[in-house]
C-alpha cells in the first residue's frame, strides 16, 4: 500500500493554502488531487476583481488570487495530481482516486484534508413548474461558460436568488450586451453581500425583486418567458401577483451546498445547517486525522476567510502527522441561539486551543443594532455591538483560551444575539 504523510482532496483556494501551510509546519510529503485540469478550483471562472482584499491588501481578480497560492505550491515542490478524482474515502484515512494514467488507486494518508468546495442548488431541487427547455442554467454554469468557453448563454435574462454568483453575473450579462430584467429574491432580504447588490445591481439599474420568486417557466424548446409573483410571509406564492417577463435564459443563484459525498461515505459526522462537517477548534471532523476546510466546510463569501481557515487546517493536520496527540481535557461544544444559525467550530477544546480562536457564524435574518454575546456556560464572557448583521454576510467572534480556562462545571459556549 502506498503511503503518503498527508493527502489534500481539491486543489481551490482551501487545498492551495492548506497544502502551503503544512508544508511551512514542516510536513514535506504531501500530495494535493484536483479533479479539473487545473489548480484554483471556482477562482478560474470568476474573471471580476475583488478578491484578497484581507489576504494581499490588493484587489484583485480570482484568477490572480488562485495564482498567487498556486505560485507558492509549485515554488515548495508540492506534488498535485491534476485531472484525478477522489472516488473514496474511509475514517481510517484510505483514500482511493482514479485518473487516466494510473486506473484506481488507494493510498494510506498520515492525515487528510477536505478541501472539496461545493456546488449550486439545481433546478430540480427548486420545483418550480414548466417543461424543461433550453436556457435555463445555474448562475455558476453560466459564469463557466461565459467566462471560460467564450459563450454567449442568452439576450433577454432573469435571475432567481439573489445569491453572490447571481449578482455578479447579472452584472457580467450585462457587459457582455444582454438584457438582464430582473433579480427575484423569495426571502424579503438578499443572501449576497451588500457591496455585490451596489456594484452590479444598483450600478446597472437591475432590479431586486425582494420577497418574489419564479411561479412558471414558458417555453418548450427554448425558454420563452417566466412569471415572477410576489410571495407572503410563509414563501408561499400570493395569487394574482404573477408578472410576465418575456425571456430566453433564466439564472439559478438559489444556493451552495458543500460537496460532501465523501465525507458522509466515510461516516463522518455532518452538520445539519451547513451541510459540512462538524469540526473541532483544530478542524477535525469526528474522523481522526481527517481535517476540513474551505467551502466543504461552509459556504464562505470572501476567499480571505477560506485562505485563513485552510492555512489552520493545513498547520494542525501537519502536528497530527508529527505525533501531537489529544488531552483529556473538556470539549465545550458551541451553541447558537438568539438569530445565530450555526458556528464553525462546532467544538472548542481549550487545553488544546491556541491563544486564541476565531469562530465564524451566520445569522438568520436581517438583525439592527443588537449585541453580540458570549457566553461560558451562564458567564458572560463578552459583548460587541452590531449595526447591523445579514444572513448573506459571515460574522466572527474571536474567543481567548485564558477566558475559557475556568470552563470546569460547563461543558457549553453560547453564541447569541441581544437587545
Ligand atoms: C461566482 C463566485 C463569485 C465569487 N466572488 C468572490 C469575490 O468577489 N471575492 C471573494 O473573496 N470570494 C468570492 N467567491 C468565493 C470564493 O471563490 C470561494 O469562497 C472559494 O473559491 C472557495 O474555495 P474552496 O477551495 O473551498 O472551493 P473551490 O474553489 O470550489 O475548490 C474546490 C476544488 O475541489 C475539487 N474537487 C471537488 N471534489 C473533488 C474530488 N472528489 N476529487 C478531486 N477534486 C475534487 C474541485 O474540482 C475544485 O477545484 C466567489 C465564489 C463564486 C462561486
Known amino acids: 500500500m502506498i503511503k503518503r504523510d498527508i493527502v489534500i482532496i481539491g486543489g481551490g483556494p482551501a487545498g492551495l493554502a492548506a497544502a502551503v501551510a503544512a508544508y511551512d509546519a514542516g510536513t514535506r510529503d504531501i500530495l494535493v488531487i484536483e479533479r479539473d485540469e487545473r ?3 471556482i477562482l478560474g471562472q470568476c474573471i471580476h ?18 495564482d498567487r497560492f498556486i505560485r507558492q505550491v509549485k515554488d515548495r515542490g508540492i506534488e498535485c495530481k491534476l485531472d484525478t478524482i477522489v472516488t473514496n474515502i474511509s475514517d481510517t484515512r484510505s483514500v482511493t482516486y482514479m485518473n487516466g494514467s494510473e486506473g484506481v488507486v488507494t493510498i494510506e494518508a498520515g492525515a487528510v484534508i477536505l478541501a472539496m468546495g461545493c456546488r449550486e442548488r439545481p433546478r430540480g431541487a427548486l420545483g418550480i413548474p414548466g417543461y424543461r427547455p433550453a ?16 459563450k454567449c448563454v442568452g439576450k433577454r435574462v ?29 426571502m424579503p432580504y ?15 439599474g437591475i432590479p431586486l425583486l425582494l420577497s418574489h420568486t419564479i411561479s412558471k417557466i414558458y ?26 417577463y418575456d425571456c430566453d435564459t433564466l439564472l439559478l443563484s438559489c444556493g451552495l451546498l458543500p460537496e460532501n459525498e465523501l465525507t458522509r461515505q466515510a461516516g463522518i459526522d455532518i452538520n445539519r445547517i451547513t451541510g459540512g462537517p462538524d469540526v473541532r477548534d483544530d478542524l477535525e471532523t469526528s474522523a481522526e486525522g481527517v481535517f476540513a476546510c474551505g467551502n466543504v466546510l461552509h459556504v464562505h463569501d470572501l476567499v480571505d476567510n477560506v485562505s485563513q481557515e485552510a492555512m489552520r487546517a493545513g498547520k494542525m493536520a501537519s502536528a497530527f502527522v508529527s505525533g501531537r496527540t489529544r488531552t483529556d481535557g473538556p470539549v465545550l461544544k458551541v451553541v447558537t441561539e438568539g438569530g445565530i444559525r450555526y458556528s464553525v467550530p462546532q467544538y472548542i477544546s481549550p487545553s488544546e486551543m491556541e491563544d486564541s480562536i476565531t469562530v465564524r457564524f451566520r445569522v ?21 455591538r452590531k449595526n447591523i448583521v445579514k444572513p448573506g454576510e459571515m460574522e466572527q467572534a474571536v474567543i481567548l483560551k485564558k477566558d475559557l480556562e475556568p470552563a470546569a462545571g460547563t461543558d457549553t459556549i453560547k453564541l447569541c444575539l441581544e437587545d
Open 49 to 66: 476583481n475583488g478578491f484578497g482584499l484581507h489576504t494581499f491588501k490588493e484587489e484583485l481578480t480570482g484568477p490572480e488570487y488562485a
Open 158 to 186: 432573469v435571475i432567481l436568488g439573489s445569491g453572490d454568483i447571481g449578482l455578479i453575473m447579472a452584472r457580467r450579462m450585462t457587459l457582455e450586451g444582454a438584457k438582464v430584467l430582473c433579480v427575484a429574491e423569495l
Open 364 to 384: 438568520d435574518g436581517v438583525y439592527r443594532d443588537r449585541k453580540l454575546c458570549v457566553y461560558l456556560g451562564s458567564e458572560k464572557l463578552k459583548e460587541q
Open 219 to 244: 417555453g418548450k424548446e427554448r425558454v420563452t418567458g417566466v412569471d415572477v409573483s410576489e410571495v407572503a410571509s410563509d414563501r408561499s406564492i400570493m395569487p394574482g401577483t404573477a408578472v410576465h
Open 39 to 41: 489548480l484554483g478550483g
Open 135 to 150: 436556457g435555463v442554467y445555474t448562475a455558476g454554469t453560466a459564469q463557466r461558460l461565459v467566462n471560460i468557453e467564450g
Open 190 to 204: 438578499s443572501s449576497g453581500l451588500q457591496r455585490n447588490i451596489t456594484q452590479c445591481l444598483d450600478d446597472f
